[in-house]
């Protein structure tokens, strides 16, 4: 007797501009998208208007990112890895990929660092708004969706 091995859901994060979207492959092979109410240039309301941004932009994008995710959170099951499409790419500056949660609050660490004026973290990372509105939403999804990866795709 032959048994079928169950496929995994699979799960991508389209960062856009304005808005992004997840797609949520089922194993029955029919897919759920969402639409979510952020991108690199609409993070915190509106862009980052600083490079690198703010204590105070940061505070305010991870509120706009945190309640959309919330709302998304019933619908995604738990641990499952994250895929990400996004511009630009965090593989860019942090190399690795796939990107533990680790290496994503690490480099999360540096951005807030960078932002509170350190300049040992300002030579370490990107100073560019989309490169941090990206890795903002990465770590709030990794962090509260309990993904513990992100594998990067163009």
Request: proline letters at 8%; glycine letters at 6%; charged letters at 20%.
């Amino acid at each position: 007797m032959i048994q079928r091995i169950p496929q995994q859901s699979i799960l991508l994060l389209e960062i856009g501009k304005t808005s992004s979207r997840v797609w949520l492959g089922q194993p029955d092979g029919t897919t759920l998208e969402y639409l979510l109410a952020f991108g690199c240039d609409a993070i915190q309301p509106g862009p980052f208007r600083h490079s690198p941004p703010t204590p105070l932009e940061l505070e305010r994008a991870i509120m706009v990112v945190e309640d959309e995710l919330m709302r998304l959170a019933p619908a995604i099951p738990a641990g499952l890895p994250l895929t990400l499409r996004a511009e630009p790419s965090l593989t860019d500056v942090l190399g690795d990929n796939p990107l533990e949660r680790e290496q994503i609050e690490q480099a999360f660490g540096q951005l807030a660092a960078m932002a509170e004026g350190d300049p040992l973290a300002a030579s370490l990372l990107s100073r560019d708004e989309h490169f941090a509105a990206v890795l903002l939403i990465v770590r709030e999804w990794l962090h509260h969706l309990a993904s513990e990866s992100v594998l990067i795709v163009e």
